[in-house]
Nanobody, 114 residues
């Protein structure tokens, strides 16, 4: 069983920054593919960014150049640094861990005001 706990969401003005964290209770965190997804009201959940066990990253086109995903395997934590936030980034952000199976966190709300 994997537990993921997100933190760092909140309300920010357009152009501002937030840093999301996801702490994972898992024995071999370094082997997991970690990702951040988001879901706005009425929309499908979409991939924002992912990072492999080897540190390779992938981003949605809408966040490239503004968001950075990183991981600290010693702390079993994955981060999402979000800069130059836009109102359209408003959503619930979910942490995801994949290794054979897939696990989700409870989500953290990010609201960007114009």
């Amino acid at each position: 069983q994997v537990q993921l706990v997100e933190s760092g969401g909140g309300l920010v003005q357009a152009g501002g920054s937030l840093r999301l964290s996801c702490a994972a209770s898992v024995s071999i965190f370094s082997t997991y593919l970690m990702g951040w997804y988001r879901q706005a009201p009425g929309d499908q959940r979409e991939l924002v960014a992912s990072i492999t066990s080897g540190g390779n990253t992938n981003y949605a086109d809408s966040v490239k150049g503004r968001f950075t995903i990183s991981r600290d395997n010693a702390k079993n934590t994955v981060y999402l640094q979000m800069n130059s936030l836009k109102p359209e980034d408003t959503a619930v952000y979910y942490c995801n861990a994949k290794y054979t199976f897939s696990w989700w966190g409870q989500g953290t709300q990010v609201t960007v005001s114009s």
